[in-house]
């Protein structure tokens, strides 16, 4: 059995890899269809994958009051946070500006940790939190030139994305009675596909192209970046504080450019490397004062 720090470290590298996913899943899907198909039939595969196992697993009957619970982070931490994401760029934002507003959240999540949960943060955790959003920075200099022109309320829309998400993550952090993650998914999933096709179905976006590529790309955020994403994140809230868990969003985008340059051949220059180091050493300060301070 692996004991709980070794379950900690692999979730937490499970959940930057699987949340990173999501951003070279959206290239490729939007590479064949709208961003709005392409939520959408995300969202009904991996709710379908989800309730067939839960089904098949007989899991627990839940109380009605959790069942609404759950819809309603999945509607904000799912449905929310990836529609004002994906409006965002289709209105001009670039995704580098976009990922390093929303890449503000464990800025955020720390401020409000501390009336909310109880939760302190130490001042060395608040230079981890500085220096890996200068890291952030780093990594996505190169496309924040890529803007201009951009209306306000299109930036506005990433900055709701990163509330939304927040807001759900507070919310659930502080529910008496938490649902297990394996519960807990399958409704979040279920809601947010059930928005996407309303959206979809409205924009006249729901029919899918005929080409094997898009169901490719489906199937890669299904299980790598709506299963895999979130289901690693939850878990990862439920093993520690909100503000470690959300440290470790500063790695997400240099760990998107590997994958960008590993896939398609995207330059990693001297200035994103840099970058990758601060971040690093930024989640590496959070979680090592974050531990001295439960030990």
Same mark, same amino acid.
């Given at each position: 059995?692996?004991?709980?720090?070794?379950?900690?470290?692999?979730?937490?590298?499970?959940?930057?890899?699987?949340?990173?996913?999501?951003?070279?899943?959206?290239?490729?899907?939007?590479?064949?269809?709208?961003?709005?198909?392409?939520?959408?039939?995300?969202?009904?595969?991996?709710?379908?994958?989800?309730?067939?196992?839960?089904?098949?697993?007989?899991?627990?009957?839940?109380?009605?009051?959790?069942?609404?619970?759950?819809?309603?982070?999945?509607?904000?931490?799912?449905?929310?946070?990836?529609?004002?994401?994906? *409006?965002?760029?289709?209105?001009?934002?670039?995704?580098?500006?976009?990922?390093?507003?929303?890449?503000?959240?464990?800025?955020?999540?720390?401020?409000?940790?501390?009336?909310?949960?109880?939760?302190?943060?130490?001042?060395?955790?608040?230079?981890?939190?500085?220096?890996?959003?200068?890291?952030? *920075?780093?990594?996505?200099?190169?496309?924040?030139?890529?803007?201009?022109?951009?209306?306000?309320?299109?930036?506005?829309?990433?900055?709701?994305?990163?509330?939304?998400?927040?807001?759900?993550?507070?919310?659930?952090?502080?529910?008496?009675?938490?649902?297990?993650?394996?519960?807990?998914?399958?409704?979040?999933?279920?809601?947010?596909?059930? *928005? #996407?096709?309303?959206?979809?179905?409205?924009?006249?976006?729901?029919?899918?192209?005929?080409?094997?590529?898009?169901?490719?790309?489906?199937?890669?955020?299904?299980?790598?970046?709506?299963?895999?994403?979130?289901?690693?994140?939850?878990?990862?809230?439920?093993?520690?504080?909100?503000?470690?868990?959300?440290?470790?969003?500063?790695?997400?985008?240099?760990?998107?450019?590997?994958?960008?340059?590993?896939? #398609?051949?995207?330059?990693?220059?001297?200035?994103?490397?840099?970058?990758?180091?601060?971040?690093?050493?930024?989640?590496?300060?959070?979680?090592?004062?974050?531990?001295?301070?439960?030990?």
């Amino acid at each position: 059995m692996f004991s709980r720090k070794q379950i900690s470290i692999i979730a937490a590298i499970g959940f930057v890899i699987m949340w990173s996913s999501g951003f070279i899943g959206a290239r490729l899907g939007t590479d064949e269809a709208s961003s709005m198909t392409v939520l959408m039939w995300r969202f009904i595969v991996a709710s379908s994958i989800l309730a067939f196992w839960w089904l098949w697993k007989q899991r627990k009957k839940l109380s009605f009051k959790s069942v609404i619970s759950q819809a309603l982070i999945g509607l904000f931490a799912q449905g929310g946070y990836l529609y004002c994401v994906f *409006l965002s760029v289709e209105n001009g934002v670039s995704a580098g500006t976009s990922n390093l507003i929303t890449t503000l959240q464990p800025i955020l999540a720390a401020v409000l940790a501390g009336p909310i949960l109880k939760e302190s943060t130490s001042v060395k955790q608040w230079g981890g939190l500085v220096l890996g959003i200068i890291g952030v *920075l780093f990594v996505v200099y190169d496309d924040l030139g890529a803007s201009s022109g951009v209306p306000l309320r299109a930036y506005g829309l990433s900055f709701l994305a990163m509330i939304s998400l927040v807001g759900a993550t507070l919310y659930e952090k502080t529910m008496k009675h938490p649902v297990s993650v394996t519960d807990a998914l399958p409704i979040q999933t279920l809601i947010s596909a059930l *928005l #996407f096709t309303i959206v979809a179905l409205s924009t006249n976006n729901a029919t899918p192209p005929a080409t094997a590529d898009f169901w490719i790309a489906v199937a890669w955020v299904a299980g790598f970046s709506t299963i895999g994403g979130y289901g690693f994140y939850w878990l990862n809230l439920k093993l520690g504080s909100i503000t470690r868990v959300s440290s470790l969003l500063y790695l997400t985008p240099p760990v998107t450019m590997i994958w960008s340059f590993l896939m #398609f051949g995207d330059r990693i220059g001297f200035l994103t490397i840099v970058g990758m180091i601060l971040c690093l050493l930024g989640v590496w300060v959070i979680r090592k004062y974050h531990s001295s301070i439960t030990n």
